[in-house]
């Protein structure tokens, strides 16, 4: 139980006062409601004695009683009504509440922190009301009137008459049969005559004449002259008295008020018959309304129609109306005891004393002698009860019988002069004085008596009394007897049917058990005293057992909860709504937050309810909120009703303020970072053959690797456009903001293009909700050119167009537990800065009928297609919380977000807006093959746009034609088979002879071989003006790998009108190509050994080409035509084809390879022409009739195209070491010799066979010879893993690069050439040895002087080599040294000598070689090309 102010030692005292009878003159009550005070009420707080009383017991001991209290009443000649006494319980209850801003009790138990009242003081008002207002019954004595004061005024005309008639009035009354009502103790009661004196208004000499009389006719010890009124009422306020009544009254006048100030319950009139007051507390679910009852004849009285019976309650009738007048007044401020002074307030004190000491204790101790005397004589025995209570006790005890054995004898009334009432008697008035040994042993002897005759309810009264008895006697001599209340509970319950008494036990016994610490057995007693039958009594006993678990001495905290909600809801159909309300607001401190999530919505339902009923609309709002946004694991019928509960409080909430900001709504939630900002136009669909590029939308997914990539491609343009530099204010473009982009800049939005922003909903509900006028809610400061506010800001929640146009969304489903988004646009209409704060909306949810996907809505739906039962607007915020900082020590130290400004866009001038579109785009290609298609360039917005640049990573992949028309072809029709490249029909030619063109890469729009090159777009006058478009044709070359490829462009434009924030724009646009593979084309060039040329110089090679068909017919390819063989070199040309083959068609089907075998040579310069470093020279063998002019477009440009992408290869492999000593130019000088700078490009068609038409692809191939004798493919090989090396701990003693050149670079600075007859005739009969005239040329290849040593002797090392070698010799010098210059040739004539027939090999001179200028020497064995062979025959 909770803590009260008063101890049970305490409170049982004065919970069992003597009674005593007023009954007052009407002068004499007139006298006192000059102090708006009956005399009952002027004395009530003067009725405690203050110092200690002294009576002698019958054993004539003398005993102290300390604090004795007297009860002083009118006298009523009515029982109270139980409804009314349940209408006062009500009212007391709900009356005393928790004290504003009071300071809670923090309890610790486990991981739960409670705050709880301590106190419950509307529980000790309501013990105090109950116990005070229990009628009295012929059982029991304790609240039976003990004396009678009779008060006359000394302003009457016969005082002494009115005592008479006062007299006379209460003998009729006690002893009249008319009167059941007061219960008087006994027959002789004391009558005590006080005459109240008025001393401002009364003559004091009469008064004192008076009570003299009074003193010779009623004794010294039976009258009283009280003064009073000892200042006029006119001077009431001149000197502030205190006013000791207010405690003591504020509880009658709490009956005055309304009992429910904001009480939902339908009010009942007050002309409700007592027929209505059904149970004890009466008012379960009503409440009385109008005038409140009246109980001035006595406190629980209901008014009752008609006339009253006799005189005597007419006029407590009368005072009855005016007490209901005075309280009212006395609730508007008025003051009681006004004409009362602090003497009259000690005289009334006085007069307790003295009637307490002369007239009450003799009288009560006088009585006890008297019954004592009777009951001795009763039994015969010779000394005192009291000194023979011993021997009763500790004799033979009768076996008491079980209280279920017992008949039902509940209904057997003793008549008033029963000897075992006169002992129930006596205990009680022992009891009343505080005598509570004699008390016990008075009450135990009753108890026997009535359950030997079986007198249930008098029994269950003497245990009760006799428990209570024990517990207070001083020294306790007997622990407190607990089964003698258990018994008496259930007696008074189960057999005598009377709660009334039964709940009177339960308040004493629990608070005894509770000041003993049995907490246990103190809760248990009042949960069973829980029933149907009162739930006001029931709320409150469950409350104080739940505060009993609390304080147990390990808290028990769940049983605590269970309880409060348990009295939560008896409160509540008590009508006690606010107690209701807190009962569920402390059970939820332990439920919350603890998974228990079904009790929470319980709990949170409720006191949303009833917060809503007594208008703490917040409150309720609040606990509906929480209801929905936690993860309910309701049913989806009972979140439907939660649903709609909230929205119909939501409603009442914002009709009360309708003009009030917007609330906050729970639902849906709103996933903040997910939200993604758009600026721009959606993306325009494809149409037939034009398909739009695929720039940036929604539906794309964030790609962390993609979006460097642009970011790479947007720097490299704009550092192009501005001449190599990035400027410093440069920032990339971000057309979409989210979660991973950089927002910590305020994003540029253009004026008149639209701002999409997506919000992600989460319904978390199994009910679905609909989302009505959904759109956004921004703030908007407009600003003129030079960037000045025009005017204060505006916030919108319906758009005002002219600024920022507003999209509205009427109808958003979100089913149930669906993610969904939804896309919200703003049209911007005038430079500034926007904030978008969030977005509004009608929540509500379908009528039950409608099906959750929305088909099937109700007939007569007006809002669209779902019909929606209720909604409320509202608004939720879009807070994002930026990214975690984490650079300086302080923020790694801490925790502190940077911003997130994705939603604070700044609106700047107009721009030019392109769109591109792709026409005949293929999706597949072969790999190699070149394909015509068209792109058109629009620019939809009112400013022309300049500066038209694409960027890509993949050059190779496309090209716009070259600089010149020329060099462009027109159309694809000036072709037979609508070629894509530039063609002319030929005469057929010599067979394999080369034509020859020339071309500079720099028309083509490539320069130095970088990989990223930003290429113009070719537009008329580089403008394209405001609604404006241009078809340009665009050539596709496949990849020449396989499978699938992402090729991105970036389209980079300017406005023609600087803009200070937006220098640019770009449109982004991902191409897929799915490629198939085709040719695969490998070559190899090596120098030829013949010697002669055209022109007479040396140097012609032989460049070998092999082409597979690797197709495996997928794609339906039949097969490939070789239809032209080009060459393109600074230095070198193909000159002829030296095929053995006549085939001029070079098929190849699927899996077939092709060897070609062509001579080049190098170009011929023409004189005073442009360098060659700047030109190449293509060279074109044709294999049909048809001319492909490989130096003119697209031919030419996807070649400068692989060329500059394979050169970035090699640049990327070559290690760059700086030249530091003259040996490396001398390695580089040799490296040169074997160099090689020849491009052979294989031009092919692919006979195609799609649905049943024959299709001609065609297609370039492109291989790069740099190296003599080194092999080179037309795309590059897969490489294979190196194998698994061991781990080498050393560090090798030389780290320096080796300088010195490879045996193959050194080989190729001498070329070699024999020149014999392949034949020679001898008679070796004639002339045994043979000389044949041989000679040997040597070619410098080199551009430096080289020394030449030519060694003719054999090599003896091998066995093999004496066979082949041994039979000739060579005549004459065995070693010659000579100097070549560069690019010299140099004959020697040498003899060989044979002596029989034969086939000889000639290869057998060594030559070696060294840079003429340099002492290192580099020198090794110049290999010939092949064997160099002589038949040697007899002639």
């Known amino acids: 139980m909770a803590?009260?102010?008063?101890?049970?030692?305490?409170?049982?005292?004065?919970?069992?006062?003597?009674?005593?009878?007023?009954?007052?003159?009407?002068?004499?009550?007139?006298?006192?409601?000059?102090?708006?005070?009956?005399?009952?009420?002027?004395?009530?707080?003067?009725?405690?004695?203050?110092?200690?009383?002294?009576?002698?017991?019958?054993?004539?001991?003398?005993?102290?009683?300390?604090?004795?209290?007297?009860?002083?009443?009118?006298?009523?000649?009515?029982?109270?009504?139980?409804?009314?006494?349940?209408?006062?319980?009500?009212?007391?209850?709900?009356?005393?509440?928790?004290?504003?801003?009071?300071?809670?009790?923090?309890?610790?138990?486990?991981?739960?922190?409670?705050?709880?009242?301590?106190?419950?003081?509307?529980?000790?008002?309501?013990?105090?009301?109950?116990?005070?207002?229990?009628?009295?019954?012929?059982?029991?004595?304790?609240?039976?009137?003990?004396?009678?004061?009779?008060?006359?005024?000394?302003?009457?005309?016969?005082?002494m008459e009115q005592f008479s008639k006062l007299s006379q009035e209460?003998?009729?009354?006690?002893?009249?049969?008319?009167?059941?009502?007061?219960?008087?103790?006994?027959?002789?009661?004391?009558?005590?005559?006080?005459?109240?004196?008025?001393?401002?208004?009364?003559?004091?000499?009469?008064?004192?004449?008076?009570?003299?009389?009074?003193?010779?006719?009623?004794?010294?010890?039976?009258?009283?002259?009280?003064?009073?009124?000892?200042?006029?009422?006119?001077?009431?306020?001149?000197?502030?008295?205190?006013d000791p009544w207010s405690q003591y009254l504020q509880k009658n006048s709490i009956q005055n008020q309304e009992s429910y100030e904001d009480g939902p319950c339908t009010m009942t009139s007050s002309k409700n018959s007592d027929s209505n007051l059904l149970s004890l507390d009466g008012l379960d679910n009503e409440v009385k309304d109008g005038l409140p009852n009246n109980f001035r004849i006595h406190p629980l009285q209901i008014d009752q129609c008609g006339d009253p019976p006799n005189n005597t309650d007419g006029s407590d009738y009368a005072k009855s109306a005016s007490s209901v007048h005075e309280t009212k007044k006395a609730s508007a401020g008025v003051i009681r005891g006004a004409c009362l002074t602090l003497t009259d307030h000690d005289r009334i004190r006085q007069f307790i004393q003295e009637f307490t000491f002369r007239g009450l204790l003799p009288h009560i101790e006088k009585t006890i002698r008297q019954l004592n005397d009777q009951l001795i004589s009763?039994?015969?025995?010779?000394?005192?009860?009291?000194?023979?209570?011993?021997?009763?006790?500790?004799?033979?005890?009768?076996?008491?019988?079980?209280?279920?054995?017992?008949?039902?004898?509940?209904?057997?009334?003793?008549?008033?002069?029963?000897?075992?009432?006169?002992?129930?008697?006596?205990?009680?008035?022992?009891?009343?004085?505080?005598?509570?040994?004699?008390?016990?042993s008075c009450y135990h002897t009753a108890k026997k008596d009535f359950l030997n005759d079986q007198a249930m309810l008098y029994a269950a009264g003497a245990l009760e009394m006799a428990a209570v008895s024990a517990f207070l006697q001083p020294g306790a001599p007997r622990p407190y007897p607990a089964h003698y209340m258990d018994t008496a509970i259930q007696t008074y319950r189960d057999i005598c049917k009377n709660m009334v008494l039964a709940e009177r036990c339960v308040l004493l016994s629990a608070e005894i058990l509770k000041s003993q610490s049995k907490y246990s057995e103190a809760a248990a007693l009042l949960i069973r005293l829980t029933s149907e039958d009162s739930d006001l009594r029931s709320a409150l006993l469950l409350?104080?057992?739940?505060?009993?678990?609390?304080?147990?001495?390990?808290?028990?905290?769940?049983?605590?909860?269970?309880?409060?909600?348990?009295?939560?809801?008896?409160?509540?159909?008590?009508?006690?709504?606010?107690?209701?309300?807190?009962?569920?607001?402390?059970?939820?401190?332990?439920?919350?937050?603890?998974?228990?999530?079904?009790?929470?919505?319980?709990?949170?339902?409720?006191?949303?309810?009833?917060?809503?009923?007594?208008?703490?609309?917040?409150?309720?709002?609040?606990?509906?909120?929480?209801?929905?946004?936690?993860?309910?694991?309701?049913?989806?019928?009972?979140?439907?009703?939660?649903?709609?509960?909230?929205?119909?409080?939501?409603?009442?909430?914002?009709?009360?303020?309708?003009?009030?900001?917007?609330?906050?709504?729970?639902?849906?939630?709103?996933?903040?970072?997910?939200?993604?900002?758009?600026?721009?136009?959606?993306?325009?669909?494809?149409?037939?053959e034009k398909q739009a590029a695929t720039h940036v939308s929604l539906d794309q997914e964030y790609d962390s690797e993609s979006s460097q990539q642009w970011r790479e491609l947007e720097e490299h343009v704009v550092a192009v456009a501005n001449k190599g530099v990035i400027p410093s204010s440069f920032y990339p473009t971000q057309y979409c903001l989210n979660s991973y982009s950089d927002n910590s800049r305020f994003p540029l939005a253009v004026v008149e293009e639209p701002i999409t922003v997506e919000v992600a909903f989460r319904n978390p509900l199994k009910v679905p909700l609909l989302l009505s006028d959904l759109s956004l809610l921004w703030k908007f400061q407009p600003k003129d050119a030079s960037g000045k506010d025009i005017e204060k800001v505006k916030e919108r929640v319906t758009g005002e167009p002219e600024?920022?146009?507003?999209?509205?969304?009427?109808?958003?489903?979100?089913?149930?537990?669906?993610?969904?988004?939804?896309?919200?646009?703003?049209?911007?209409?005038?430079?500034?800065?926007?904030?978008?704060?969030?977005?509004?909306?009608?929540?509500?949810?379908?009528?039950?009928?409608?099906?959750?996907?929305?088909?099937?809505?109700?007939?007569?739906?007006?809002?669209?297609?779902?019909?929606?039962?209720?909604?409320?607007?509202?608004?939720?915020?879009?807070?994002?919380?930026?990214?975690?900082?984490?650079?300086?020590?302080?923020?790694?130290?801490?925790?502190?977000?940077?911003?997130?400004?994705?939603?604070?866009?700044?609106?700047?001038?107009?721009?030019?807006?392109?769109?591109?579109?792709?026409?005949?785009?293929?999706?597949?290609?072969?790999?190699?093959?070149?394909?015509?298609?068209?792109?058109?360039?629009?620019?939809?917005?009112?400013?022309?746009?300049?500066?038209?640049?694409?960027?890509?990573?993949?050059?190779?992949?496309?090209?716009?034609?070259?600089?010149t028309a020329a060099l462009t072809p027109l159309s694809p029709s000036t072709s037979e088979n609508c070629s894509a490249y530039k063609t002319v029909v030929t005469a057929s030619p010599s067979l394999g002879t080369a034509l020859v063109s020339t071309a500079s890469s720099m028309d083509f729009g490539t320069g130095t071989g970088q990989q990223l090159e930003a290429i113009p777009v070719p537009l008329p006058d580089s403008v394209l003006l405001p609604g404006a478009s241009i078809?340009?044709?665009?050539?596709?070359?496949?990849?020449?790998?396989?499978?699938?490829?992402?090729?991105?462009?970036?389209?980079?434009?300017?406005?023609?009108?600087?803009?200070?924030?937006?220098?640019?724009?770009?449109?982004?646009?991902?191409?897929?190509?799915?490629?198939?593979?085709?040719?695969?084309?490998?070559?190899?060039?090596?120098?030829?050994?013949?010697?002669?040329?055209?022109?007479?110089?040396?140097?012609?090679?032989?460049?070998?080409?092999?082409?597979?068909?690797?197709?495996?017919?997928?794609?339906?390819?039949?097969?490939?035509?070789?239809?032209?063989?080009?060459?393109?070199?600074?230095?070198?040309?193909?000159?002829?084809?030296?095929?053995?083959?006549?085939?001029?068609?070079?098929?190849?089907?699927?899996?077939?390879?092709?060897?070609?075998?062509f001579k080049a040579v190098r170009c011929k310069l023409k004189e005073g022409g442009i360098q060659p470093s700047e030109k190449y020279t293509f060279?074109?063998?044709?294999?049909?009739?048809?001319?492909?002019?490989?130096?003119?477009?697209?031919?030419?440009?996807?070649?400068?195209?692989?060329?500059?992408?394979?050169?970035?290869?090699?640049?990327?492999?070559?290690?760059?070491?700086?030249?530091?000593?003259?040996?490396?130019?001398?390695?580089?000088?040799?490296?040169?010799?074997?160099?090689?700078?020849?491009?052979?490009?294989?031009?092919?068609?692919?006979?195609?066979?799609?649905?049943?038409?024959?299709l001609i692809l065609e297609g370039q191939h492109h291989v790069v010879l740099r190296t003599i004798g080194k092999e080179a493919f037309s795309h590059s090989q897969k490489q294979e893993p190196p194998e698994m090396e061991l781990l080498k701990f050393f560090r090798p003693e030389n780290t320096t690069v080796s300088t010195r050149p490879s045996v193959e670079q050194l080989s190729n600075l001498i070329k070699t050439s024999l020149h014999y007859p392949e034949s020679y005739n001898h008679p070796f009969h004639q002339k045994s040895l043979c000389l044949v005239p041989v000679t040997l040329l040597?070619?410098?290849?080199?551009?430096?002087?080289?020394?030449?040593?030519?060694?003719l002797r054999h090599k003896t090392t091998s066995p093999e080599a004496l066979e082949t070698h041994g039979s000739f010799t060579w005549l004459g010098q065995t070693q010659y040294k000579l100097q070549l210059k560069s690019q010299e040739t140099h004959s020697l004539q040498l003899k060989a000598c044979f002596v029989h027939t034969g086939v000889y090999n000639l290869g057998t001179p060594r030559v070696f070689a060294k840079l003429a200028d340099h002492v290192t020497v580099f020198e090794t064995s110049q290999q010939s090309s092949m064997p160099a062979l002589i038949i040697i025959s007899d002639a």
């Open 543 to 688: 409350e104080q057992a739940a505060h009993c678990f609390i304080n147990m001495k390990s808290p028990m905290v769940r049983k605590y909860a269970f309880h409060m909600i348990l009295a939560g809801h008896r409160f509540s159909k008590a009508g006690q709504k606010k107690h209701a309300l807190r009962c569920y607001c402390q059970a939820m401190q332990v439920y919350k937050g603890k998974g228990w999530s079904l009790a929470e919505d319980h709990i949170n339902f409720t006191i949303g309810r009833q917060s809503y009923t007594l208008r703490q609309l917040d409150n309720a709002v609040s606990a509906f909120r929480h209801i929905l946004i936690n993860e309910s694991k309701q049913s989806a019928a009972q979140q439907g009703a939660f649903l709609r509960e909230y929205l119909y409080v939501y409603k009442n909430v914002n009709q009360l303020s309708p003009d009030g900001p917007l609330p906050q709504l729970p639902l849906p939630y709103i996933n903040s970072s997910a939200t993604r900002v758009f600026f721009g136009h959606d993306r325009r669909p494809a149409d037939g």
């Open 378 to 440: 009763r039994k015969g025995l010779s000394r005192s009860l009291f000194s023979a209570t011993k021997k009763w006790f500790s004799g033979s005890k009768v076996p008491e019988k079980s209280i279920n054995e017992l008949k039902n004898t509940s209904g057997l009334l003793y008549p008033p002069e029963a000897p075992e009432l006169q002992i129930r008697k006596m205990a009680d008035l022992c009891f009343l004085v505080q005598h509570y040994d004699l008390a016990y």
């Open 1338 to 1351: 040597l070619s410098n290849c080199s551009k430096a002087d080289v020394d030449v040593i030519v060694d």
């Open 1179 to 1254: 060279a074109d063998i044709i294999f049909g009739n048809e001319q492909i002019i490989s130096s003119a477009s697209p031919c030419a440009d996807f070649f400068y195209r692989s060329l500059s992408s394979e050169l970035k290869k090699t640049q990327d492999q070559l290690p760059t070491y700086p030249e530091k000593h003259a040996t490396e130019g001398a390695v580089r000088l040799i490296e040169k010799c074997s160099e090689v700078d020849l491009s052979i490009i294989i031009l092919w068609k692919a006979y195609v066979v799609e649905d049943n038409k024959q």
């Open 170 to 242: 209460q003998h009729r009354i006690q002893h009249n049969n008319d009167y059941s009502y007061p219960k008087w103790f006994i027959p002789n009661t004391l009558k005590y005559y006080v005459l109240l004196h008025d001393v401002t208004s009364g003559d004091e000499q009469r008064a004192e004449s008076i009570y003299e009389e009074m003193k010779q006719k009623y004794g010294t010890q039976g009258c009283y002259l009280l003064k009073i009124n000892s200042r006029a009422p006119n001077r009431a306020s001149d000197e502030q008295i205190p």
């Open 803 to 963: 600024m920022i146009g507003t999209e509205v969304i009427s109808e958003f489903l979100i089913n149930s537990e669906e993610s969904k988004v939804a896309r919200l646009k703003l049209f911007p209409h005038h430079i500034g800065e926007l904030h978008i704060l969030g977005v509004v909306y009608n929540l509500g949810t379908i009528q039950g009928s409608v099906t959750v996907d929305g088909i099937g809505a109700l007939p007569g739906c007006h809002t669209g297609k779902h019909s929606l039962s209720m909604s409320v607007r509202g608004r939720q915020d879009l807070e994002i919380q930026g990214p975690r900082l984490n650079n300086t020590k302080e923020e790694k130290t801490s925790v502190k977000y940077g911003p997130d400004r994705r939603l604070d866009p700044i609106v700047t001038e107009e721009m030019p807006l392109l769109e591109v579109f792709f026409i005949h785009f293929p999706t597949g290609l072969l790999c190699g093959e070149i394909r015509k298609a068209y792109v058109e360039f629009v620019n939809v917005s009112k400013c022309p746009l300049t500066g038209l640049k694409v960027v890509s990573k993949r050059p190779e992949f496309f090209t716009f034609g070259g600089n």
């Open 3 to 159: 803590q009260c102010v008063q101890s049970v030692q305490e409170l049982i005292p004065d919970s069992f006062v003597p009674c005593v009878a007023a009954l007052c003159s009407d002068e004499a009550e007139r006298l006192t409601r000059l102090n708006h005070l009956s005399f009952s009420e002027l004395l009530r707080p003067f009725s405690r004695l203050t110092s200690e009383v002294h009576m002698r017991d019958p054993n004539n001991q003398l005993h102290i009683i300390k604090n004795l209290k007297i009860a002083v009443s009118n006298i009523v000649t009515q029982p109270p009504q139980p409804g009314a006494i349940g209408k006062l319980l009500n009212d007391v209850v709900s009356g005393s509440q928790p004290a504003e801003g009071l300071v809670a009790n923090v309890i610790t138990a486990g991981d739960y922190d409670l705050n709880i009242s301590a106190t419950t003081p509307w529980f000790e008002s309501y013990r105090e009301t109950f116990l005070q207002s229990m009628p009295a019954s012929d059982h029991e004595f304790l609240n039976h009137y003990l004396a009678c004061m009779l008060v006359a005024s000394s302003g009457e005309a016969e005082p």
């Open 1031 to 1157: 078809q340009l044709p665009m050539w596709l070359r496949g990849p020449d790998e396989e499978g699938v490829h992402e090729i991105n462009f970036l389209f980079y434009y300017e406005s023609v009108k600087k803009q200070p924030k937006k220098r640019h724009r770009i449109l982004r646009h991902t191409a897929v190509i799915c490629t198939s593979r085709s040719l695969n084309v490998r070559a190899t060039v090596c120098r030829s050994n013949s010697l002669e040329d055209e022109e007479g110089r040396g140097g012609n090679m032989l460049v070998f080409v092999d082409v597979e068909n690797t197709n495996t017919s997928e794609a339906g390819v039949k097969e490939f035509h070789m239809v032209q063989v080009s060459s393109s070199s600074k230095h070198w040309q193909l000159h002829k084809s030296v095929n053995i083959s006549e085939n001029k068609d070079a098929k190849l089907a699927s899996r077939e390879k092709g060897k070609f075998c």
